[in-house]
């Protein structure tokens, strides 16, 4: 082997270690970070909250989980989700249980409340089913805080000096606008109100609920932006793009929606006493050459999708079998390699616009 070849391979190896194993890159195992993580949002999140309610919105069928090692678990993805990395570089053992199945003491390290096709909007996802819209998991957040309370009872630790230690990340507005403000025919709303006031009024709403999270003792909140939904599949298969790549109505008024989430994120941290909330620009931690870590295929699913909902079908079809060369598993989720990238840039920011005022990895040390 020549020096040349030597250093490429060793150079490769490295990398392809790092992309893999983002964990033993970032955290020493078997040390949290934090004593619990909260996870609030929709089908980014969702680990299993929507399994027992009467919705198309599901995903406890194969082909979903066919990289996960429980298999299909409810989780709208081949693999792990944002918030399964985020517990892993968090140094926790395994990732936080769905809210519908977590017992006893295990919730002592935290709840995932998150429900496909939920959103700010009581309203948003009623097409579908049942879903557990924000307003419902904060009171689910309640119901953890009393049981909390329980299990502390003898302890020194109050619950809020406990819960002040915690992770709450939230995702939510995908659905206030896939499936609310864009749902083909367009929802009455998009006739009432401009991209610009809907984005006023999502804000207006996600503001007081962010606040009763605050007030129920959360200090360390991580706020998802959201991404480029213009250039989802499913937008793509749904409205004609006038030549762009993407939908570019869909992306100008998810900005305006950004453009307002990032300074409320500032007015939490100014106006709340001990508030450290952060803003994450998915835009951002979404961005950069994919090409070079693999990723060929931006614009197109990698399982067989159901018409017009979007999601995989169940039964026998197979998907695609390089799955690390896809950003997209079905046509609106991204595949279990894209939600690691996006995890590990919102852990430790690669870019100062990935994370605002600083990143997790940097929140949790504060
Ligand atoms: C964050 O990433 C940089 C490289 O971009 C690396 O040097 C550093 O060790 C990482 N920090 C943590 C806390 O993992
Ligand atoms: C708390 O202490 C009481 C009395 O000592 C005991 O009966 C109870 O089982 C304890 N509860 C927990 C959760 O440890
Ligand atoms: C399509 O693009 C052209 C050229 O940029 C523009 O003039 C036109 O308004 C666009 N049409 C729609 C429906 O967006
Ligand atoms: C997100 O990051 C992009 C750069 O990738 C930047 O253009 C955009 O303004 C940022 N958005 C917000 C709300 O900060």
Not at 96 to 115: D, M, Q, W
Not at 232 to 258: H, K
Request: charged letters at 15%; proline letters at 7%; a neutral charge.
């Amino acid at each position: 082997m020549t020096p040349t070849l030597a250093r490429w391979l060793l150079l490769i190896i490295l990398f392809v270690v790092m992309v893999m194993e983002p964990q033993t890159v970032l955290v020493v195992q078997g040390q949290q970070q934090v004593p619990c993580l909260f996870v609030m949002g929709d089908s980014y999140s969702d680990n299993g909250n929507n399994n027992a309610l009467f919705t198309l919105a599901k995903s406890n069928y194969p082909p979903y989980g066919i990289d996960f090692p429980q298999g299909p678990t409810g989780r709208f993805c081949n693999g792990r989700l944002v918030p399964d990395f985020l517990a892993q570089f968090l140094g926790f053992e395994k990732p936080v249980p769905p809210f519908a199945t977590a017992r006893g003491s295990e919730i002592l390290k935290g709840v995932n409340y998150a429900s496909a096709i939920a959103g700010i909007l009581d309203e948003t996802g009623k097409i579908v089913g049942d879903r557990i819209s924000l307003n419902r998991q904060l009171q689910n957040h309640q119901i953890t805080i009393s049981r909390l309370a329980l299990l502390l009872r003898n302890s020194s630790t109050t619950v809020n000096d406990y819960l002040r230690k915690c992770l709450y990340t939230v995702n939510m507005g995908t659905n206030d606008y896939i499936a609310n403000y864009f749902l083909p025919p367009l929802s009455p709303r998009t006739v009432l109100q401009t991209p610009d006031q809907f984005s006023v009024f999502l804000i207006q709403k996600y503001s007081h609920q962010l606040r009763t999270l605050y007030n129920s003792g959360a200090r360390k909140i991580v706020v998802f932006g959201l991404g480029l939904l213009g250039c989802l599949p499913q937008e793509l298969s749904t409205f004609p793009t006038n030549g762009s790549s993407c939908v570019d109505f869909v992306n100008n008024a998810v900005e305006l929606f950004n453009n307002r989430l990032k300074p409320l994120v500032n007015d939490m941290n100014t106006n709340l006493p001990g508030a450290q909330f952060i803003y994450i620009n998915v835009t951002s931690i979404s961005s950069g050459d994919l090409t070079s870590i693999g990723i060929r295929v931006v614009n197109a699913p990698c399982c067989v999708v159901l018409p017009i909902v979007g999601i995989c079908a169940p039964g026998k079809l197979v998907p695609c079998s390089n799955r690390n060369e896809y950003v997209f598993w079905d046509n609106i989720h991204p595949t279990e390699i894209v939600n690691m990238l996006a995890a590990t840039r919102a852990y430790n920011a690669t870019t100062p616009s990935d994370a605002y005022p600083t990143d997790i990895g940097r929140l949790v040390q504060q």
